[in-house]
T-cell receptor, first 110, second 113 residues
Framework: GIQVEQSPPDLILQEGANSTLRCNFSDSVNNLQWFHQNPWGQLINLFYIPSGTKQNGRLSATTVATERYSLLYISSSQTTDSGVYFCAVEEGTSGSRLTFGEGTQLTVNP | NAGVTQTPKFQVLKTGQSMTLQCAQDMNHNSMYWYRQDPGMGLRLIYYSASEGTTDKGEVPNGYNVSRLNKREFSLRLESAAPSQTSVYFC????????????FGPGTRLTVT
């Protein structure tokens, strides 16, 4: 099956700093989503981005499907951005299932 | 709209007991999914239902059964719980089985002693 690797595994920032999270995947994908899992365990949809670039406030994401990676940018980080960020992909051939990476644990200190 | 709802939020079982986790969505989605999340890991698919009346195995189906009761509801049953099934269980739904965004419920935290 498809492999999904996220980096870095852990990231500690001061409030106001910018960061880039990376997701590499091993095969073609139909679907790529970024999620934020907050400290209460809730999964929040950030982006549905199988290709191209999207922006939502301080967050933006870019997926280069031909090179098999996606990037999540967080600008002017806030303490509420803390949590785990997951990349999940739907394999091109099999479909119907999201394969998750192991996540990036982000801590934003005041 | 409530989105995807799950009951219960927490559950403790003894080894060998059975239980059913309930999931409902009000977005008129065709496809529904059950995932589990173990500590420090991403989610893994247990079962999914591409449309009403169909169910298929995911990556880790052993020890579970599912029922797509109607378009809104998708339940997950543990017939004989084992400590290895201690996990957080998430239900999700999407408009269709491929190339659609999935939306997740709040999760059920299950402990099997």
């Amino acid at each position: 099956g498809i492999q999904v690797e996220q980096s870095p595994p852990d990231l500690i920032l001061q409030e106001g700093a910018n960061s880039t999270l990376r997701c590499n995947f091993s095969d073609s994908v139909n679907n790529l989503q970024w999620f934020h899992q907050n400290p209460w365990g809730q999964l929040i949809n950030l982006f549905y981005i199988p290709s191209g670039t999207k922006q939502n406030g301080r967050l933006s994401a870019t997926t280069v499907a031909t090179e098999r990676y996606s990037l999540l940018y967080i600008s002017s980080s806030q303490t509420t951005d803390s949590g785990v960020y997951f990349c999940a992909v739907e394999e091109g051939t099999s479909g119907s299932r999201l394969t998750f990476g192991e996540g990036t644990q982000l801590t934003v200190n005041p | 709209n409530a989105g995807v709802t799950q009951t219960p939020k927490f559950q403790v079982l003894k080894t060998g007991q059975s239980m059913t986790l309930q999931c409902a969505q009000d977005m008129n989605h065709n496809s529904m999914y059950w995932y589990r999340q173990d500590p420090g890991m991403g989610l893994r698919l247990i079962y999914y239902s591409a449309s009403e009346g169909t169910t298929d195995k995911g990556e880790v189906p052993n020890g579970y059964n599912v029922s797509r009761l109607n378009k809104r509801e998708f339940s997950l049953r543990l017939e004989s719980a084992a400590p290895s099934q201690t996990s957080v269980y998430f239900c999700a739904s999407s408009e269709g089985p491929r190339r659609y965004e999935q939306y997740f419920g709040p999760g059920t935290r299950l402990t099997v002693t």
